[in-house]
Each structure stands twice: as structure tokens, then as C-alpha cells.
């Protein structure tokens, strides 16, 4: 598997402040020291190993989707990340259920994690445009893409109902 590394500082940047606030509002700005031992390890691990701009970029998408009323539905092994519940990515807290999120990277690094969102067909052409934005001339449709979008028929029947709701 290739590896795509794409750096942008802003979206990193931005990305640790989501992180940090979610951190603190989840957990009344008292963060107990295990959650932030885990936050920083994970944090270290996707952005020292070049995978922090992914990782902003799926949260991206997550908040584009959302933003047209539909949220995404976020599997891979990234969603063993805690940085990814936090981000509102995952619905399960990994955490809560003693999942390890080693898996993702491979302990070294060098496993490209995989961002797969499952997202309602009405959006894929917008959302695909967007991702074109976010990342300049990444190709989603290589052999193992590190950020895929998947339409799905849950996420179609949940954006139809918020629309006619």
C-alpha cells in the first residue's frame, strides 16, 4: 500500500484546537489524565507520521455533510481513534469499550490509515468536489485511497427524512 502524506499547517492547527476544545467540553474542562495521555499519544502518532491533514480533512467532509443535514457514517480503524469520537467522526467512544487504537497506524507509522465515510449519494458529487478542495490533486480512486466516500442507503434515508421533517 503507498503511502499519501498531504501536510496543510492551518488544517492541522485548526485541527488541534477542535480537538482540544471537544476535549474540554466533553469532559468539563477537568480532562482526566488517562483521556489526555491517550489524546496526546494518538495525536503524536497521526501527526508525526504525516497523517494529521488527513485526518482534519475527514472531519471536514463529517461537517460539510452535516452542514446539509446529513450526518456520515465513519468506519475503518480509524474510528478506534479517540481523536475521532472526539471530532464527532465516531459514535462510539473507543475508550468506553477498551479499544486500542495502535491498530490504525501499525505501531511504527508506516500503515496509511484509511478514512472511510459512508455518506448519502445525493452528496457524493459535492462532497467529492470538496475533498478536490481540501486536497489538490489527490486521487480517491487509487488502489488503497487513504480517504474514501461510500455511498450508502442508510445515510440517503436519513437525509430524506431530516429534509422532510
Not at 468539563?28 to 485526518?55: C, M, W, Y
Not at 475527514?58 to 479517540?82: D, H, I, M, Q, W
Not at 466516500?149 to 421533517?165: I, N, S, T
Request: net charge negative; glycine share 12%.
Amino acid at each position: 500500500m503507498s503511502t499519501y502524506l498531504y501536510h496543510n499547517s492551518q488544517m492541522e492547527q485548526e485541527l488541534h484546537s477542535k480537538i482540544d476544545a471537544a476535549a474540554n467540553e466533553r469532559h468539563g474542562g477537568a480532562v482526566p489524565a488517562d483521556v489526555q495521555e491517550r489524546i496526546t499519544t494518538e495525536k503524536q502518532h497521526i501527526f508525526s507520521n504525516g497523517h494529521g491533514t488527513l485526518l482534519a480533512v475527514a472531519a471536514k467532509l463529517a461537517e460539510f455533510s452535516e452542514s446539509r443535514g446529513c450526518p456520515v457514517g465513519f468506519r475503518g480503524l480509524t474510528g478506534n481513534l479517540y481523536l475521532s469520537h472526539l471530532l464527532g467522526l465516531a459514535a462510539v467512544d473507543p475508550m468506553e469499550l477498551g479499544l486500542r487504537w495502535e491498530g490504525c497506524l501499525g505501531l511504527d507509522g508506516t500503515r496509511t490509515p484509511q478514512f472511510i465515510l459512508n455518506v448519502a449519494g445525493g452528496l457524493l458529487e459535492g462532497m467529492a468536489a470538496y475533498l478536490g478542495e481540501l486536497l489538490p490533486g489527490y486521487d480517491p480512486s487509487g488502489e488503497h485511497p487513504a480517504i474514501r466516500l461510500c455511498p450508502h442507503a442508510l445515510m440517503d434515508r436519513v437525509w430524506e427524512a431530516r429534509r422532510a421533517g
